[in-house]
């Protein structure tokens, strides 16, 4: 907790230094925000008569409020944000810790509720922002998550530039993670190390952070191109990268396609031994009207390592959306090919405007599971329906449900549900 306090501590001192000035509060942006959500988890008996399946039904209100810039001087402008975040337990069935609850190793249980406050310090100069505390990235090396209560976020400093034409150039250092069942930040590690405590009880994190560095540049409206670099210190480092086009294959339809290549190598003091991992993803997504078909190829190579025999990612249970095929079974084992396909349509002109309903199938094969051990296979469906109130007293409340079945032929088979209900309340 001692660099979320500090953070708040910073904060507060901007808050109350800068509150006066017209700019920093006509231009700022406060948000309460509401989230019902449920999550309901089985897994296939017959592949496993241990596994237990699970459920959890939280209510959350997270208030997300964004200032705006107060000038100081020499063209040098600074603000504030604050995000505090709380959840409820309205109903819990099977303990497990990658929910969206702390969880208590020791009693086996989850917490009734869960609280997190983070601050972050803003200073701007021209194209260029300097953004310290609490983090949100969204980049190819690092990215929160969403996906089920409450958000994850990181402690650091985050540099992003663009005064250089068509170009945008990142810099950051992160010193911990707040996972998205925790509450408190934490030293980074190794997935599949989800206990923090125990990790650092057998000196499986890093206190010495990581560094990023990112390069973003878009030679032509339709061309660009990435470079990010990052370095988990004594963990690994990755480097990405990927090129992208966008462009209109008539006046109706729209094509949005990339290829991805990340390399993976152990870092410093090699915490989790030797790492040699190379993933090739390629995705194309084509619009046209009401409908969208989504394609994505992606493969893994390298020898991985014994500690990290899969795709390298942060502990915490952290998403790398950038891998095409990223998904609950994630598609990330040694040599494994696999591909997706994804239709989504738009109710718009169906009369239903604010509905939409999305269909995806990934499978992946090829998996080197081990001496004298089989090729490893798994498979993935999902159905996705969103609707948000477009218009009238209830604009802007959203539900969403999303279904999962996931099948191996090494694993767990599961099912899972789940369902949310959003609002946000602008002031």
């Known amino acids: 907790m001692r660099r979320q306090s500090l953070w708040i501590a910073i904060c507060a001192a901007t808050f109350a230094t800068t509150a006066a000035q017209a700019d920093f509060i006509d231009d700022s942006n406060v948000q309460l925000k509401f989230k019902n959500f449920y999550v309901d988890r ?21 208030l997300d409020a964004k200032s705006g810039y107060h000038e100081v001087g020499a063209g040098i402008q600074v603000g504030a944000d604050l995000l505090a975040q709380y959840a409820i337990g309205l109903k819990s069935q099977g303990a497990v810790d990658d929910i969206h609850m702390p ?7 989850v917490e009734k509720d869960n609280a997190k406050l983070g601050a972050t310090l803003k200073v701007k100069a021209g194209q260029t922002e300097l953004k310290v505390g609490d983090l949100l990235p969204m980049s190819p090396v690092l990215f929160f998550d969403p996906s089920r209560q409450l958000l994850t976020t990181y402690s650091g400093a985050w540099l992003e530039s663009k005064d250089i034409k068509d170009t945008k150039l990142t810099l950051a250092y992160i010193d911990g993670i707040n996972a998205r069942y925790d509450n408190q930040y934490q030293n980074l590690t190794l997935f599949p190390n989800n206990n923090f405590a125990q990790a650092e009880a057998q000196n499986k994190t890093t206190d010495d952070g990581m560094y990023i560095l990112g390069v973003d540049h878009q030679f032509t409206p339709k061309i660009g191109a990435s470079y990010w670099y990052a370095d988990v210190t004594n963990i690994y480092q990755q480097h990405y990268v990927a090129a992208t086009l966008k462009t209109n294959l008539t006046e109706q339809t729209k094509l949005d396609a990339h290829v ?3 390399d993976n190598s152990e870092s410093g003091d090699k915490l989790f031994g030797e790492i040699d991992s190379q993933a090739v993803s390629a995705g194309a997504k084509i619009n046209h009207g009401m ?9 893994m190579f390298g020898e991985h390592g014994n500690q990290a025999p899969m795709f390298p990612t942060l502990g915490g249970w952290v998403p790398q959306p950038y891998l095409d095929n990223w998904s609950v079974a994630s598609f990330i084992r040694k040599d494994e090919r696999s591909w997706s396909l ?6 718009a002109e169906a009369g239903v405007p604010g509905l939409s309903t999305t269909v995806r199938h990934f499978r992946g094969d090829n998996i080197d599971m081990g001496v004298n051990k089989p090729e490893g296979k798994e498979n ?28 191996y032929n090494f694993g767990n088979d599961l099912q899972e549900h789940r369902v949310a209900t959003t609002y946000s309340y602008k002031f």
């Not at 969880?103 to 249980?109: F, L, M, R, V």
């Not at 994804?342 to 109710?347: E, K, Q, R």
């Open 260 to 262: 991805r290549y990340f």
């Open 42 to 62: 089985d897994f296939n008996k017959d592949t496993n008569a241990n596994s237990k399946g699970y459920s959890n039904w939280t209510q959350a209100v997270t």
């Open 342 to 347: 994804g239709y989504t349509y738009n109710f």
């Open 103 to 109: 969880y208590d190793y020791n009693k086996k249980e």
């Open 291 to 299: 409908h969208t078909v989504q394609l994505g190829y992606q493969q």
């Open 380 to 407: 993935e469906n999902n159905v996705i329906v969103n609707y948000v109130v477009p218009e009238g007293k209830l604009k802007g409340l959203g539900f969403n449900y999303m279904f999962i079945d996931t099948n």
